[in-house]
């Protein structure tokens, strides 16, 4: 015969606990049973209000814009430690944009510097393999291609930055830290600044803003409240690697110049004289004014023959005075970033008026450009 209390009874169990414990409730003067669980009510939903303009704006740039902005993931190859095959695998990931129906992609030089290849997924998550058309490192910008279908390739609306003020909204979109299609705000905080390419090569009439940029936004675009294209996101200004308020962007008529001839020619060709500039160092020791003094002018090159002359040395071993430029089509330059500026807005056998100083005396030449190795 089973015991009253055998675990095999349950019913007895369950009643002795709901007494036990319908007792300890009326000493303890708490709740019983039922009483103790409150209902699990959801608190009523407030209804929400119209988004505000600026809400709205938000809201339209990024869905205006996102199908144009994709995602680079940069490959290098690694040999399998096993086998003498080789594999292409992640190296690092960047951003760029759609800029024609024809497949290519503009993003920053260093996103694809050192790479083997490219992977490019668009905003459907679609990938695709890239290639290479060209690049600039000068101006940190390079140019990929893919084979997509021009439904998937929404060009990007190009804008202008020649006319920005400090103060207006902008918006950059990209991937910070592989987090793809993320839409950060803010103001152009800053114009003309100069910035130093990967090459060493000083990029001036620079964008800074304050909207957020972060480590896998780099080649992606800046854009001004009508989801216009206004530069191209660079580089930051930080001592931990994260955004820190101050962002850099080269300047769209910059990008506008360099990528159709990118596309064009497979590289930036940029004008030449076929000079040698002489160090800062030359410009002190002979008391010369700004400009580029030249040390070398290349045999049968447009300077040549310009007539223009290189400083050099006499028999003697006395200097006799040669060129400084001074002004290209009478832009003062100071230095010879400053003329290679100038020289890169025009095109192989454009003609320039060069500002020439020789021995204190000042003239003008007029100089067929010629086309850079």
């Known amino acids: 015969m089973k015991s009253p209390l055998h675990p095999s009874t349950p019913g007895l169990w369950a009643g002795l606990g709901a007494a036990l414990l319908a007792a300890a409730a009326a000493v303890l003067g708490l709740p019983s049973g039922a009483e103790s669980q409150p209902q699990a009510t959801p608190r009523a939903v407030a209804p929400r209000p119209a988004l505000s303009v600026d809400e709205v704006n938000n809201v339209d740039v990024f869905r205006k814009t996102s199908p144009s902005v994709v995602h680079i993931t940069t490959l290098e190859s690694q040999r399998d430690f096993f086998s003498v095959n080789v594999q292409q695998v992640p ?132 854009l001004d409240s009508a989801g216009r294209l206004i530069g191209v996101n660079t580089q930051i200004a930080s001592p931990s690697g994260a955004s820190a308020g101050i962002g850099f962007a080269i300047p769209v008529d910059e990008v506008n110049r360099i990528v159709p001839r990118i596309i064009r020619d497979g590289r930036f ?27 070398q002018v290349a045999p049968g090159s447009p300077a040549a023959k310009a007539g223009l002359q290189a400083f050099r040395r006499g028999p003697d071993g006395s200097v006799i005075a040669g060129d400084v430029i001074t002004a290209v089509n009478d832009e003062a330059v100071a230095d010879l970033d400053d003329m290679l500026m100038q020289l890169e807005r025009r095109q192989p056998g454009e003609n320039v008026m060069l500002s020439l100083w020789r021995n204190g005396q000042t003239r003008k030449k007029s100089v067929a450009l010629g086309a850079s190795d």
């Open 91 to 222: 190296r690092g990931t960047g951003t760029g944009f759609v800029w024609d129906e024809n497949g290519h992609i503009v993003t920053n030089f260093h996103v694809i510097q050192g790479g083997s290849g490219a992977r490019v997924t668009l905003a459907d998550q679609s990938t695709w393999k890239a290639s290479l058309v060209g690049a600039f490192p000068d101006r940190d910008l390079a140019v990929l291609k893919i084979d997509a279908p021009k439904d998937k390739l929404p060009p990007i609306l190009v804008g202008s930055s020649r006319d920005l003020v400090v103060g207006q909204r902008v918006y950059a979109i990209g991937n910070p830290f592989g987090l793809d299609q993320t839409l950060t705000t803010g103001i152009v905080s800053a114009l003309n600044r100069e910035i130093e390419s990967f090459n060493a090569r000083t990029i001036r009439g620079v964008v800074q803003t304050d909207a957020a940029i972060n480590p896998g936004n780099s080649g992606g675009p800046l």
């Open 269 to 295: 060709t940029r004008p030449a004289l076929g000079v040698t500039a002489g160090p800062p160092a030359l410009h002190r020791t002979l008391n010369l004014p700004k400009g580029v003094a030249l040390v």
